[in-house]
Nanobody, 123 residues
Framework: QVQLVESGGGLVQAGGSLRLSCAAS????????MGWFRQAPGKEREFVAA????????YYADSVKGRFTISGDNAKNTVLLQMNSLKPEDTAVYYC????????????????WGQGTQVTVSS
């Protein structure tokens, strides 16, 4: 049974930083992509960043390029999302997700999801 558990969310002022962590368990993830998505109240879930561990490729939404960094520790089955220069519009519930294969921005193509962690950025 695949499990994804996010941690690291919280309240931060605009311009600040947070680091989210996703601990994955239940199988070997070497041929999997791990992604971060977010959903704000009243809005659709949107892609943030993804990483394909085997090829160590990364993929970012334009809105977070240059501010967010995704990284993975394959040995520990952990994916991190370092978020810098946070803006109030980054406020959302952030979800970790996994899929077999390459990193893609479409949330419907991810098979496993965590429970989410709240990120709130105050102005």
């Amino acid at each position: 049974q695949v499990q994804l558990v996010e941690s690291g969310g919280g309240l931060v002022q605009a311009g600040g930083s947070l680091r989210l962590s996703c601990a994955a368990s239940g199988r070997t993830f070497s041929n999997y992509a791990m992604g971060w998505f977010r959903q704000a109240p009243g809005k659709e879930r949107e892609f943030v960043a993804a990483i394909y561990w085997s090829a160590i490729n990364t993929y970012y939404a334009d809105s977070v390029k240059g501010r967010f960094t995704i990284s993975g520790d394959n040995a520990k089955n952990t994916v991190l999302l370092q978020m810098n220069s946070l803006k109030p519009e980054d406020t959302a519930v952030y979800y970790c997700a996994a899929r077999r294969g390459l990193a893609v921005p479409d949330f419907s193509r991810y098979d496993y999801w965590g429970q989410g962690t709240q990120v709130t950025v105050s102005s």
